[in-house]
């Protein structure tokens, strides 16, 4: 149980800090794509480098948030699976524990299409 315990906490960690950092890059474009001297004078590059950047941490973004997912299902899965062997009543709960894990590819989705539309 206590291992069962670390994977849920570890996992919520992760994805906590997988949506605070990509929030951050999608509200906050001009902060880090700019050059210092654009970002002194207030005023975003209009450049398509910009926007092709923008579409790289889109991109990014999907990409990590997905392998996120995949080890977190993996971990959550393989407890989940060894949890109903022992007690198959616990089905509904372990499912609930790996659609969590899921949300991370979901949250790597809205943040790369918030992403999206501020580069459009």
Do not use: H
Request: with cysteine.
């Amino acid at each position: 149980m206590r291992t069962l315990k670390v994977v849920v906490w570890t996992f919520m960690i992760v994805n906590a800090l997988v949506l605070v950092a990509a929030a951050l890059v999608a509200l906050f474009p001009e902060v880090v794509l700019a050059q210092p001297e654009m970002v002194r004078e207030g005023a975003m590059a209009a450049a398509s480098g910009d926007r092709g950047l923008m579409m790289i941490g889109a991109a990014l973004v999907v990409g990590l948030g997905c392998v996120g997912a995949g080890i977190a299902v993996a971990q959550v899965g393989t407890a989940a699976v060894g949890a109903i062997a022992e007690k198959p009543d616990m089905l509904g709960k372990t499912l609930i524990f790996v659609g969590l894990a899921e949300g991370i590819a979901i949250y790597g989705l809205i943040i790369s299409i918030m992403i999206y539309t501020k580069a459009g």
